[in-house]
T-cell receptor, first 111, second 111 residues
Framework: KNEVEQSPQNLTAQEGEFITINCSYSVGISALHWLQQHPGGGIVSLFMLSSGKKKHGRLIATINIQEKHSSLHITASHPRDSAVYICAVNAGGTSYGKLTFGQGTILTVHP | DGGITQSPKYLFRKEGQNVTLSCEQNLNHDAMYWYRQDPGQGLRLIYYSQIVNDFQKGDIAEGYSVSREKKESFPLTVTSAQKNPTAFYLC??????????FGDGTRLSIL
């Protein structure tokens, strides 16, 4: 079993829909990251969080430390949101910033 | 604008050849990382470096080598000992506890 599991692996939505991507992890962490990978391959960091909730535009990330679970929500989805969304964690105790990655969720938003 | 530059974007290697992937950053970040991405799998850490002239093996270092002679540069050599080198390679850098910044990646294929 992977230390970081994402669901679903593939997600198709119509423009305007509310989207949720889930991430569960099995290790103690110091931080959790949500990343966005564009079709060309480049990766952008969306959120880094260790507790609670963060919001940026139409994106919302939440984390429940006790349940070892995080969600990424996209409100009013748009075709430009189509990308791979990756959850990654900094395992607690590592000082060099090592990230353990989920396998990614492929999101396709149709007009 | 500061960022990470990976070159080339596409690279082809013949059997038995070594190839070097370039990673340059002008963010003044101390730590740099190399990841490998295979279809359907999460990114995996190859090597990382926290300071100049020092680097450590990651989870899948066999068949790879790196150097860190300058703060801004962290080249990765894929040697002939790497039996399955076809993959997407991502370089990242980080300052302190901040999120990692990623390059746009290099796609390596075997001829």
């Amino acid at each position: 079993k992977n230390e970081v599991e994402q669901s679903p692996q593939n997600l198709t939505a119509q423009e305007g829909e509310f989207i949720t991507i889930n991430c569960s992890y099995s290790v103690g962490i110091s931080a959790l990251h949500w990343l966005q990978q564009h079709p060309g391959g480049g990766i952008v960091s969306l959120f880094m969080l260790s507790s609670g909730k963060k919001k940026h535009g139409r994106l919302i990330a939440t984390i429940n430390i006790q349940e070892k679970h995080s969600s990424l929500h996209i409100t009013a989805s748009h075709p430009r949101d189509s990308a791979v969304y990756i959850c990654a964690v900094n395992a607690g105790g590592t000082s060099y910033g090592k990230l353990t990655f989920g396998q990614g969720t492929i999101l396709t938003v149709h007009p | 604008d500061g960022g990470i530059t990976q070159s080339p974007k596409y690279l082809f290697r013949k059997e038995g050849q070594n190839v070097t992937l370039s990673c340059e950053q002008n963010l003044n970040h101390d730590a740099m990382y190399w990841y490998r991405q295979d279809p359907g799998q999460g990114l995996r850490l190859i090597y990382y470096s926290q300071i100049v002239n020092d680097f450590q093996k990651g989870d899948i270092a066999e068949g790879y080598s790196v150097s860190r002679e300058k703060k801004e540069s962290f080249p990765l050599t894929v040697t002939s000992a790497q039996k399955n080198p076809t993959a997407f390679y991502l370089c990242a850098s980080r300052m302190g506890p901040q999120p990692q910044h990623f390059g746009d990646g290099t796609r390596l294929s075997i001829l």
